[in-house]
C-alpha cells in the first residue's frame, strides 16, 4: 500500500464530472487499498477518486475514523437514489485543508452503488453518513462543497484560500 497525494482546489479534477468504473480488476482493489490508506492518514471519514487526481466515479468512506470496521466501505458508481430531511452541520474537505464551513444537506441519503466485484448494494445512511455520501458523490459529479455554500461564504472561503496561495501554504 501507499500514500496517494491528495490534490487541493482548484485543480480541474476537482471540478470536472468523473468517468464510470467499467473495470473491476486487481488495479481498482488496489487504488482502492490505497486510498482507504490515504483517508485514515490524513485524517478523513471519506476520500473521492478525484481527489487523488484518478478521474473515475468512486470513493471510500469510514465514518467511525477506523473504530468500526463495519464502516469501511467502497462505492463505486455511486448513485443518490433518495434523499428526506434537511441537516446543517460544519463540513471540511480533504482538499480544502483547514477549511471548514456550515453546509446544508439532506439528513437521509439512500445510496446505490457497487462493489470491488461489480454487485449492485444499497446504503441508507442519515446524519454524518448522509452528509459524507452526498459530498462524495458530488465529487464524482465534479462538485465541490464550496459550491454548495452561499454567494457569501464562498466568496470568503476562496478569498482565504487565494491569501494562503500568496504566503505559499497552499500549493
Ligand atoms: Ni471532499
Known amino acids: 500500500m501507499a500514500l496517494l497525494e491528495i490534490v487541493k482546489w482548484p485543480a480541474p479534477v476537482l471540478d470536472t464530472p468523473a468517468d464510470p468504473v467499467t473495470e473491476f480488476d486487481e488495479d481498482l482493489g488496489k487504488l482502492v487499498s490505497n486510498m482507504f490508506e490515504t483517508m485514515y492518514a490524513a485524517p478523513g471519514v471519506g476520500l473521492a477518486a478525484v481527489q487523488v487526481g484518478v478521474p473515475k466515479r468512486l470513493f471510500v468512506m469510514d465514518c467511525s475514523g477506523g473504530k468500526d470496521p463495519q464502516q469501511r466501505v467502497v462505492l463505486v458508481n455511486p448513485e443518490v437514489l433518495r434523499v428526506e430531511g434537511n441537516q446543517n452541520g460544519e463540513e471540511g474537505c480533504l482538499s480544502f485543508p483547514g477549511i471548514f464551513t456550515p453546509v446544508e444537506r439532506s439528513l437521509r441519503a439512500i445510496v446505490r452503488a457497487q462493489d470491488l466485484k461489480g454487485e449492485w448494494f444499497e446504503i ?9 455520501m452526498l459530498h462524495e458523490t458530488d465529487h464524482c459529479d465534479g462538485i465541490v462543497f ?26
Open 146 to 171: 464550496l459550491d454548495k455554500m452561499s454567494t457569501i461564504k464562498r466568496e470568503i472561503v476562496k478569498r482565504k484560500i487565494k491569501k494562503l496561495q500568496k504566503a505559499g501554504k497552499w500549493d
Open 124 to 132: 441508507d445512511g442519515m446524519e454524518l453518513t448522509a452528509r459524507c
